[in-house]
């Protein structure tokens, strides 16, 4: 289980509450809209109406312990923009923000925001995968069960063995189907193919045993 904060509960930052919340999370609610705020009382972890644009908020709630934080704040911009430059330089982790223009997203690069997303481009659901596994870089569901990922190799204790010898489907319920080298080349996941530190694997199985294995791979 992991922790994080949202902050703005439009319909954007609604979604990415209600998900983490399925999952298993514990999510802090932040807005300054009381009726969203008591909307939210029995769903999220825990809810607080406040301006997050101010620095002394935010240091309250301890934002840098958070394992991730979205800014969501929908029509004012410049509340945006303000909040995910207090929030990145109060030293939080794992930063998404919301944007709404191509303007507003090249300012909250520049700012710091770890990751942008456009509404329009991205659901709620597929955020709140990416924050609570951030190991994670592409995500694809293939049915309501199971998907398909990609995720880098970090952990020494893999690091020159085959597939075989790793035992990652008798062990964590994962299947590689193919590997991009450190080197340069990629192969097909074989029993005989040797895993390195910094491989691509490319990885089906069922959602939550591929969540548990980025964690530990």
Do not use: W
């Not at 990922?149 to 063995?161: D, G, Q, S, T």
Request: with cysteine; net charge negative.
């Amino acid at each position: 289980m992991k922790t994080f904060c949202v902050i703005g509960l439009g319909r954007f930052g609604s979604s990415v509450v209600k998900n983490l919340i399925e999952d298993g999370h514990e999510v802090v609610a932040i807005d300054t809209d009381t009726k969203k705020i008591d909307n939210f009382k029995d769903i999220a972890t825990h809810v607080m109406i406040a301006d997050a644009t101010d620095e002394r908020v935010l240091k309250n709630i301890e934002i840098d312990k958070f394992d991730g934080v979205v800014v969501a704040i929908g029509k004012n911009m410049q509340a945006s923009i303000l909040t995910t430059m207090l929030v990145v330089e109060s030293g939080a982790k794992n930063v998404v923000a919301k944007a709404t223009t191509d303007v507003q997203v090249k300012v909250l690069t520049k700012v710091g925001a770890g990751k942008i997303i456009q509404p329009e481009k991205d659901a709620g659901e597929r955020v709140a995968d990416n924050l609570a596994h951030p190991d994670i870089s592409d995500y694809l569901d293939l049915s309501a069960d199971y998907s398909f990922v990609k995720m880098k190799v970090k952990n020494p204790k893999f690091a020159n063995l085959t597939l075989n010898q790793a035992n990652l489907t008798q062990d964590y319920g994962v299947n590689v189907a193919f590997i991009n080298k450190t080197d340069g080349t990629a192969n097909i996941g074989k029993h005989d193919t040797v895993i390195s530190i910094g491989d691509t694997l490319y990885v089906v199985g069922i959602k939550k045993d591929i969540e548990k294995f980025s964690e530990i791979i």
